[in-house]
């Protein structure tokens, strides 16, 4: 299909949008794999090893959230900017730069796995620090395009003009993308390197992601309900003094452990205890909105995966992660199922659901629909069935590793000590295995989702004939 | 626009408090981590020397902190074999080295963070699964060498795969694991059973 229609930073960001989608399907099939490996333990092995798998695992999940991102920020930045996109030539040569390196980091994931101990493999093959595998060439190219990135975004609005929206994103994505380079060292001192490897991982997911969404959903809100710019953007200022000023020292939860000094404990767990504030005003935020608009959108899809991001935030982000970030409770969680449990609801409820509704969004202007109703040709079934079966899939695998990891505490680390046989005393227990296999039937569900998912994000709007009334910023110029 | 807007919610105000809050928050965490940075620095108190590894070492129970803190005791050289500061830097930093090449963390936690299939590897120099004090370099070149004939994983089944890590590379690993059960964790993991010292 043609996107003739499209101005430069949407085309850019379909793409940007097809490499993420692609990544998410690898990210689940490699999540099954390695849920495979807890129930039979020699599944793979010595072929692809637990290691390899979750570290595809998880890096495809970081990688196509970033893709998400990034073409959501496209997406929106003509029209924010009320301008023709700048140096769209440069962005398109990253966007082809970034997904050459990450093929190329994925091959060598899968088929060289691992190297001597030694700088060159950290260079080459793998960092072995979760999160940012990815050798260091792959690291400093992504910093380039990053760069480029940037480049675009804060040009294109310099030229045209800036927004509260926009002013907050790019100051934002400054933030972030400096972050990365505190990771980007090599030190032997374990302590040292896990402190800031912390503020990569932490001040990511927990202050500069969480801001990048704030925006995404401002925007959002506009477009599907047509909220007014005044109180979203004042909803957002507020929002990042809430995050921001719960976040950035709430980073002190990861220090309580690692050989940090005591007053850590302190400061962790106060800040990162306020951290569930902004997102209840997230909540109340969306929820307020569509009551005062009954709900009308425009486009169903993308206003249901908005309020599931606000929900899932909330609770994944919000509730989740304030159940173990008390130094008394986590002296017993860190590290166990439990993290795990909150890693999924997290990262799904908060960052997964808002990169879907943007999709969504494109999709209805791709297509060159003026609405994405309750008059879709087919009822819209493979959307609300995607949309159930993976909120269904991810919450249900949240809960299964939350059982696990109870028990996990209980018995490894209170009753076992803590030590190997405590371990796998817990590993071997029934309500653990119990809970490993539930993990596995919903991780199958949230398989299921997603292939209605990719089929529904292909196919939705494609036979209804486009409106030639339709508004896009194509025109603005 | 009216002028009836109440300060609290206008946009200017909230706009200035954010910049603010976030200008005051980052501040506040660069003094933090001024602070923090010499304390965690190898040599410290909390962080010892690498050369720590030519000690023996131990994690009781404290109980002004009430909590179990590393105790560094007498000479007790790894391998048995004296080495100088730059020495033992040199080995642990091998050692580190293989720890990421073969990424341990895509399985097993250090300090508590990482992946959940496999033990915490915190204080695992001090774990009983090595038998005794005089067995356990042995024992542990062994298993790093042969993991899946030398599993250590009591009937789970599970195996740790073989990384193909040499004689040499396990000393490193080994050197590796003995500095970190050095650290002081804040009594993380809690409840620890040290090897020899079962009740
Ligand atoms: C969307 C935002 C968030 C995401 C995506 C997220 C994700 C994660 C992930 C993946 C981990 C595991 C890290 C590892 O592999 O070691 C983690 C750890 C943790 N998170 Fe979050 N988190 C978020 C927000 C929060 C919030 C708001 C809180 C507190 C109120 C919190 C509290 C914690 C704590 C205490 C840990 C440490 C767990 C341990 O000790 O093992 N998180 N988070
Ligand atoms: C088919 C569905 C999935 C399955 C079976 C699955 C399975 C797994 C497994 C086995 C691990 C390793 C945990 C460990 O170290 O023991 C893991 C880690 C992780 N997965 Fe998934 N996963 C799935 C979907 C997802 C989704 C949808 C997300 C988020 C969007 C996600 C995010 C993560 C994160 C952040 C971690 C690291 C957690 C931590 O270190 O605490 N996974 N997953
Ligand atoms: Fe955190």
Redesign the pocket.
């Known amino acids: 299909m043609s996107f003739e229609h499209l101005n430069g930073g949407q085309q850019l960001a379909i793409k940007y949008y097809t490499v993420a989608i692609g990544l998410f399907v690898a990210q689940i099939l490699f999540g099954l794999l390695s849920g495979m490996q807890y129930l039979i333990p020699n599944f793979m092995l010595g072929l692809l090893d637990f290691n390899v798998t979750r570290t595809v695992h998880i890096n495809a999940m970081i990688i196509w959230l970033l893709y998400g991102f990034i073409g959501s920020v496209y997406w929106l930045l003509e029209e924010e900017s009320q301008t023709k996109i700048v140096g769209l030539k440069l962005g398109n040569i990253a966007f082809w730069v970034f997904t050459i390196a990450v093929a190329i980091v994925v091959v060598v994931f899968l088929v060289v796995q691992s190297g001597p101990g030694d700088d060159a493999t950290r260079w080459f093959i793998n960092e072995g620090r ?1 999160y940012i595998e990815a050798p260091r060439w792959a690291d400093i190219g992504i910093v380039i395009c990053i760069l480029v990135f940037f480049y675009n975004v804060a040009a294109t609005f310099s030229k045209g003009q800036w927004s509260g929206i926009a002013g907050v994103l790019t100051l934002d994505l400054v933030a972030l993308a400096g972050l990365y380079l505190a990771g980007m060292f090599y030190t032997t001192n374990i302590s040292m390197d896990q402190y800031w490897w912390w503020w990569v ?1 932490h001040l990511w ?2 202050a500069t ?2 801001v990048l969404v704030g925006c995404l959903m401002a925007w959002g809100l506009m477009k599907t309900l047509g909220v007014s710019r005044k109180i979203v953007t004042t909803w957002l200022y507020i929002e990042v003094a809430l995050m921001f000023g719960s976040g950035i020292l ?1 980073l002190g ?2 220090y309580f452990w690692i050989g940090t000094p005591e007053y850590w404990l302190t400061i962790g767990g106060f800040f ?2 306020l ?2 504030i902004p ?1 209840v005003a997230m909540v109340v935020h969306a929820v307020y909105d569509s009551g005062v608009k009954h709900s009308k959108a425009n486009n169903h899809p993308a206003f249901a995966w908005l309020i599931a991001h606000a929900f899932g ?1 909330f609770f ?3 509730v989740w ?2 159940m ?2 008390l130094p008394q409770i ?1 002296l017993y ?3 166990t199922q ?2 795990a449990s ?2 999924h609801l ?2 799904f409820g ?2 997964a659901t808002i990169i879907i509704a943007m999709m969504y969004i494109a999709a209805q202007y791709a297509r060159g629909q003026s609405v994405f109703d309750g008059n879709l040709p087919d009822g819209g079934w493979k959307w609300k069935w995607s949309l159930g079966l993976l909120n269904l899939g991810v919450v249900g695998m949240t809960v299964a590793l939350l059982i696990s990891g109870y028990e996990q505490s209980f018995i490894e680390r209170a009753v076992g000590g803590s030590t190997w046989y405590g371990y796998f005393a817990a590993q071997t227990h029934p309500w653990f295995v119990e809970g490993m296999w539930w993990r596995m039937v919903f991780g199958f569900v949230t398989a299921a989702g997603i292939v209605l998912l990719v089929w529904d994000l292909l196919t939705i709007g494609k036979s209804r004939k486009a409106k030639e009334t339709l508004e896009t910023s194509a025109q603005t110029a | 626009m009216n002028d009836n807007i109440p300060w609290w919610s206008s946009e200017t105000f909230w706009k200035k408090t954010a910049i603010w809050v976030t200008g005051f928050m980052f501040v506040v965490l660069v003094v933090l981590t001024l602070d923090t940075l010499p304390k965690i620095s190898v040599g410290s108190e909390r962080v010892p020397a690498y050369s720590v590894i030519n000690k023996h070492i131990d994690y009781v129970f404290n109980d002004e902190r009430n909590i179990q803190v590393p105790v560094i005791g007498e000479n007790a050289p790894l391998f048995g074999k004296m080495l100088t500061e730059e020495e033992a830097e040199a080995l642990v930093t091998h050692g580190k080295k293989i720890t990421q090449g073969r990424n341990c963390m895509g399985c097993h936690t250090l300090l ?3 992946s959940y299939f496999a033990p915490d590897l915190t204080k695992a120099w001090l774990d009983p699964a090595w038998s005794s004090e005089p067995e356990r370099e042995q024992y542990m070149i062994d298993f790093l060498m042969n993991p899946e004939e030398n599993a250590r994983s009591f009937g789970s089944g599970r195996v740790m795969p073989d990384l193909n890590i040499t004689e040499k590379e396990a000393k490193a690993v080994i050197a590796f694991l003995k500095w970190m059960s050095s650290i002081d964790t804040n009594g993380f993991p809690y409840n620890f059973t040290v090897l020899d010292r079962e009740e």
């Open positions: 979760e991982i997911v927990e992601w969480e709430g939860h990861h990162s205890a951290e569930p997102l935030n994944g982000a919000g992660g304030f173990h970030t986590n969680t860190h590290g439990w993290s909150h890693g997290a990262f908060a960052y | 508590g963070n990482g």
